[in-house]
């Protein structure tokens, strides 16, 4: 039994069974190809993948995975660019029980060496070549590797096209309480976290969030946020199934191909973090187009000021776009504002509550986000990062801070959790910190972010050198990438500093150096 199998039988054992009536996206797929099997579930460039052709892909993968040993409730990973392979796999792995396990394309061997081992990972599937990146070379430097790799496109990608060509298997469909998939989110203690969440649980959300935009067949949805991280993972995989929307996929994001490919296909969705919708504006300005098409973008997983939102309105005459808050635990809490009117009015909303929510601990109206709904994550991968993630009573402990407005809206008002959020992406500054401490020449080191209108956060490394020794930019670059730590954490500024301000106990004293960091 591997680790994932016990942390699973313990939190079963801890959590309440599925709602009834609850499914999974491989039973719901195979009712849907019925219906329509013509239907187009997502566009990768040139490629339209119907759902009989996404679920005959996905039965002739199971079946290869099978003639080599790969069994029901074993983990797969992919670290794959938004590409329709990446769809394939998920509906693999939700036909046949898989548990999977999504890697962002910037994991180099210093992430890969903590996730796929306490996974178990029995089958990888990676990028041949993706920009200047070499998968094999990524995957030799691997001291554990998982026991299949299968490289996707480009010069090694034939083992994956004859996979798809197999003989198929008979679905194994998985019981709705089971792992669908283990993300892995930077944590507070440094370490990344896996995230655990069942079938029934992305049912509900799915479901619930669709019910909200009021998503329908003919909303087409436009998905350049990462497939390895949960939002863009429930756009390109789950959304076109449960509600009949069409993915249109983007590997990578330019804001001017984005607005031309948008108008072309007469997109009505999308999402992203700030960068996305503030690139998107100016795009729009510049073409002198509103996008009439678009519907809803929704903008969330860092700082959105609300004058971006409002030139978002303004730009986009028949979108409602607004702000959403939630998390790789509790996905899309509170997935926006209704219609334009109230959007107009609640520019500086984090969205319309749209689970159980309380505020703990409050003072002046403020306190810590309590969350509670079916779309919550199981738990944690290690059982150490449950620790005081839960009140007595079932919520989880978000670690933000907010205040709730007109007993409706939720309005996000600062973090416990001392994390950046940098481009959508959860950094780790203790993650950073330990890394940099590894430096000969580094005694201390404290990072922390700072607002950046392209970033959302920058990240801001302060550091003191040992006595005597020389300690610059390029040297903190050259030592990170030696660590093979992924380029997204690096910090965009170093401080050099004789000391570091410190309380009493001499914890270093972060908003200070948010403060020194802003000049």
């Given at each position: 039994?591997n680790?994932?199998?016990q942390?699973?039988?313990?939190?079963?054992a801890?959590?309440p069974?599925?709602?009834?009536?609850?499914?999974?996206?491989?039973?719901?797929?195979?009712a849907?190809?019925?219906?329509?099997?013509?239907?187009?579930v997502?566009?990768?460039?040139?490629?339209?993948l119907?759902?009989?052709?996404?679920?005959?892909a996905?039965?002739?993968?199971?079946?290869?995975?099978?003639?080599?040993?790969?069994?029901?409730g074993?983990?797969?990973?992919?670290?794959?660019?938004n590409w329709?392979?990446a769809?394939?796999?998920?509906?693999?792995?939700?036909i046949?029980?898989?548990?999977?396990?999504?890697?962002?394309?910037?994991?180099?061997?210093?992430?890969l060496?903590?996730i796929m081992?306490?996974?178990?990972?029995?089958?990888l599937?990676?990028?041949?070549?993706f920009?200047?990146?070499?998968?094999a070379?990524l995957?030799?430097?691997?001291?554990?590797?998982?026991?299949?790799?299968?490289?996707?496109?480009?010069?090694?990608?034939?083992?994956?096209?004859?996979?798809?060509?197999?003989?198929?298997a008979?679905?194994?469909l998985p019981?709705?309480?089971?792992?669908?998939?283990?993300?892995?989110?930077s944590?507070?203690?440094?370490g990344?976290?896996?995230?655990?969440?069942?079938?029934?649980?992305?049912?509900a959300?799915?479901t619930?969030?669709?019910?909200?935009?009021?998503?329908?067949?003919d909303?087409?949805?436009?998905?350049?946020s990462?497939?390895?991280?949960?939002?863009?993972s429930?756009?390109?995989?789950?959304?076109?199934?449960?509600?009949?929307?069409?993915?249109?996929?983007?590997?990578?994001?330019?804001?001017?191909?984005?607005?031309?490919r948008m108008?072309?296909?007469?997109?009505?969705?999308?999402a992203?973090?700030t960068?996305?919708?503030?690139?998107l504006v100016?795009?729009?300005r510049?073409?002198?187009?509103?996008?009439?098409?678009?519907?809803?973008?929704?903008?969330?997983?860092?700082?959105?000021?609300?004058?971006?939102?409002?030139?978002?309105?303004?730009?986009?005459?028949?979108?409602?776009i607004?702000?959403?808050?939630?998390?790789?635990?509790?996905p899309?809490?509170?997935?926006?504002i209704?219609n334009?009117?109230?959007?107009?009015?609640?520019?500086?909303?984090?969205?319309?509550i749209?689970?159980?929510?309380?505020l703990?601990?409050?003072?002046d109206?403020?306190?810590?986000?309590?969350?509670?709904?079916?779309?919550?994550?199981?738990?944690?991968?290690?059982?150490?990062?449950?620790?005081?993630?839960?009140?007595?009573?079932?919520?989880?402990?978000?670690?933000?801070l907010?205040r709730?407005?007109?007993?409706?809206?939720?309005?996000?008002t600062g973090?416990?959790?001392?994390?950046?959020?940098r481009?959508?992406?959860?950094?780790s500054p203790?993650?950073?910190?330990?890394?940099?401490?590894?430096?000969?020449?580094?005694?201390?080191?404290?990072v922390?972010g700072?607002?950046?209108d392209?970033?959302g956060?920058?990240?801001?490394?302060?550091?003191?050198?040992?006595?005597?020794?020389e300690?610059?930019?390029?040297?903190?670059?050259?030592?990170?990438?030696?660590?093979?730590?992924?380029?997204?954490?690096?910090?965009e500024?170093?401080e050099i500093?004789p000391?570091?301000?410190?309380n009493a106990?001499?914890k270093?004293?972060?908003?200070?150096?948010?403060q020194i960091?802003?000049g």
């Amino acid at each position: 039994m591997n680790s994932l199998d016990q942390r699973m039988i313990q939190l079963q054992a801890s959590r309440p069974p599925a709602p009834t009536g609850s499914q999974g996206l491989g039973q719901l797929a195979i009712a849907r190809t019925a219906e329509a099997p013509n239907r187009v579930v997502v566009i990768d460039g040139d490629v339209h993948l119907t759902r009989v052709q996404m679920l005959d892909a996905a039965l002739a993968l199971g079946g290869a995975l099978e003639a080599q040993g790969v069994h029901p409730g074993a983990a797969i990973a992919f670290q794959l660019p938004n590409w329709w392979e990446a769809c394939v796999i998920n509906l693999a792995a939700a036909i046949f029980g898989y548990r999977l396990v999504p890697l962002l394309t910037i994991y180099r061997s210093a992430e890969l060496e903590q996730i796929m081992p306490a996974c178990d990972v029995e089958v990888l599937f990676v990028f041949d070549r993706f920009r200047k990146h070499d998968g094999a070379a990524l995957v030799a430097t691997l001291r554990r590797k998982p026991r299949l790799v299968v490289f996707v496109r480009g010069e090694r990608g034939h083992e994956f096209t004859r996979m798809l060509a197999h003989q198929p298997a008979r679905p194994a469909l998985p019981d709705a309480d089971d792992a669908k998939m283990v993300l892995f989110t930077s944590g507070s203690t440094g370490g990344p976290k896996g995230v655990i969440h069942s079938h029934a649980a992305m049912d509900a959300l799915i479901t619930r969030t669709a019910e909200f935009w009021q998503t329908d067949l003919d909303d087409i949805f436009y998905v350049p946020s990462p497939i390895g991280h949960i939002g863009g993972s429930i756009y390109a995989f789950e959304f076109p199934w449960v509600t009949g929307c069409t993915a249109i996929l983007a590997e990578n994001w330019d804001a001017d191909a984005a607005l031309r490919r948008m108008a072309q296909a007469g997109v009505t969705f999308m999402a992203g973090a700030t960068p996305f919708l503030r690139g998107l504006v100016s795009a729009a300005r510049q073409a002198g187009t509103s996008l009439p098409d678009l519907k809803r973008f929704v903008c969330g997983g860092a700082s959105v000021p609300p004058e971006l939102v409002r030139n978002g309105l303004e730009q986009f005459e028949n979108a409602v776009i607004s702000r959403a808050y939630g998390s790789t635990e509790i996905p899309l809490a509170c997935p926006g504002i209704r219609n334009r009117d109230e959007a107009f009015e609640r520019t500086e909303s984090d969205g319309e509550i749209a689970v159980d929510l309380k505020l703990l601990n409050k003072e002046d109206e403020t306190g810590e986000i309590a969350l509670k709904a079916p779309q919550m994550f199981l738990g944690y991968l290690d059982p150490a990062d449950d620790e005081g993630c839960f009140t007595t009573d079932g919520y989880f402990r978000t670690g933000d801070l907010g205040r709730i407005v007109d007993e409706r809206f939720i309005e996000i008002t600062g973090r416990k959790k001392d994390i950046i959020i940098r481009k959508g992406e959860n950094i780790s500054p203790l993650e950073i910190e330990n890394a940099l401490m590894r430096h000969p020449s580094v005694r201390l080191a404290a990072v922390v972010g700072v607002p950046d209108d392209e970033r959302g956060e920058m990240v801001v490394a302060f550091v003191v050198p040992v006595e005597g020794a020389e300690f610059g930019f390029d040297s903190m670059l050259e030592h990170l990438h030696a660590l093979d730590m992924a380029h997204q954490k690096f910090p965009e500024r170093l401080e050099i500093t004789p000391s570091l301000p410190v309380n009493a106990v001499g914890k270093v004293q972060k908003i200070a150096l948010r403060q020194i960091a802003r000049g």
